[in-house]
């Protein structure tokens, strides 16, 4: 029942973090060309690491990769540099523990929940885009 309860609250997390960052943008916080760069720069720094991450448990599955691990890093202070700070950071920061010891994660089933699905993420960089270009 736990699990249940967290994955509802992860989920309900997450789809807040995503609304939060699309007020900004429906705000047009990001309205000036150097604030438009680093979200830029934040997007296909996540989208970057999503394909990768993709790639990699396409060839390999779920084994320890540091070179993710600091994908999700750099996407991570990206995201941050870019004021993307609603809760973004931390799901981008446990994206990056996860590769650096996956198997601790996969052995450990309510602490996976805290770990962001690749897809989340994508829709969550479609969703900004979109609205970006509008």
């Known amino acids: 029942m736990v699990d249940v309860i967290g994955k509802v609250i992860l989920v309900e997390s997450f789809k807040e973090v995503f609304v939060r ?6 705000q047009d916080y990001f309205g000036t060309v150097e604030k438009k760069t680093k979200l830029s ?8 690491a999503i394909l990768e ?10 084994v320890d990769n540091t070179d993710l691990s600091k994908l999700w890093h750099i ?9 993307l700070k609603e809760g973004l950071p931390k799901y981008l920061y ?33 969703g900004i885009m979109v609205k970006l270009n509008k």
């Open 53 to 62: 991450t993709k790639k990699f448990i396409r060839n390999e599955g779920y």
């Open 75 to 83: 996407a991570l202070n990206k995201s941050v540099a870019a004021d």
């Open 41 to 48: 720069e934040a997007l296909t720094s996540i989208n970057q």
């Open 94 to 126: 446990h994206k990056a523990d996860f590769w650096g010891e996956p198997r601790e994660w996969l052995d450990n089933k309510a602490s996976l929940e805290i770990v962001p699905k690749l897809n989340d993420l994508k829709n969550l960089c479609d």
């Open 21 to 26: 960052i699309l007020e900004k943008v429906n």
